[in-house]
């Protein structure tokens, strides 16, 4: 089955402590993306990445890092969370390089930060 | 910068009633269009899109037109049912087709 998981769905944790949320496709897709997802403000774009090596910033990226060493997988990395990164955060890939075709995604991380 | 602005919810409908929830955008050149929809509890589905100017992406009974000279995109629906209730998010993706920025969503009811 087609399909984008994400890991883990839900995480809680402190002020400061490195986290990484994993993503990961089967479907060959070269591009990814991550977005963060709040009340009132709809889905931002974090990174992206179009295709192996290859990662650049979205609209939110402050906070958070990325690495696309497989084309499969392309986790999101919290150095050092803070309380304003709780948020609903999903993963995404499309066929091509290039965000104009259908994105996939995965069923979200919801990630508290105390 | 690129853009979208939607329609603020929520909207509640009865069944059967017209759907429009209003969409338009900011872009350099011609960007790609796109409607997603969020059910409860789950990530997002591509319901349709549109790629150039005056094309019609259509799915479910759902549709929307690329309108160049409104820079709109609304989605329309003729008769809603009960399982059309979810979260309706406008987007487009940029002429490079590297960003996408979406709309803040409109939630919608639809009562029997």
């Known amino acids: 089955e087609a399909q984008v998981t994400q890991n883990p769905r839900y995480l809680i944790t402190v002020t400061g402590k490195k986290l990484t949320v994993t993503c990961s496709q089967n479907?060959?897709?070269?591009?990814m993306s991550w977005y963060r997802q709040d009340p009132g403000l709809g889905l931002r774009q974090i990174y992206y990445?179009?295709?192996?090596?290859?990662?650049d910033k979205g609209d939110v990226p402050e906070g958070y890092k990325v690495s696309r060493k497989e084309k499969r997988n392309f986790p999101l990395i919290l150095e050092s969370p803070s309380p304003n990164q709780t948020s609903l955060y999903f993963c995404?890939?499309?066929?091509?390089?290039?965000?104009?075709?259908?994105?996939?995604f995965g069923p979200g991380t919801r990630l508290t930060v105390t | 910068g690129d853009s979208v602005t939607q329609m603020e919810g929520p909207v509640t409908l009865s069944e059967e009633a017209f759907l429009t929830i209003n969409c338009t955008y900011t872009?350099?050149?011609?960007?790609?269009l796109f409607w997603y929809v969020q059910y409860p509890g789950e990530g997002l589905q591509l319901l349709l899109k549109?790629?150039?100017?005056?094309d019609k992406g259509s799915n479910k009974g759902f549709e929307a037109t690329y309108r160049k000279e409104t820079t709109s995109f609304h989605l329309e629906k003729g008769s809603v049912q009960v399982s059309d209730s979810a979260v309706y998010f406008c987007?487009?993706?940029?002429?490079?087709?590297?960003?996408?920025?979406f709309g803040t969503g409109t939630s919608l009811t639809v009562i029997p």
């Open positions: 995404a890939s499309s066929f091509g390089g290039r965000a104009v075709y259908e994105q996939y």
């Open positions: 479907m060959n897709h070269e591009y």
């Open positions: 990445s179009m295709n192996v090596e290859v990662t």
């Open positions: 872009a350099t050149g011609y960007p790609s």
């Open positions: 549109a790629t150039k100017a005056d």
């Open positions: 987007a487009l993706s940029t002429l490079a087709g590297n960003q996408f920025y």
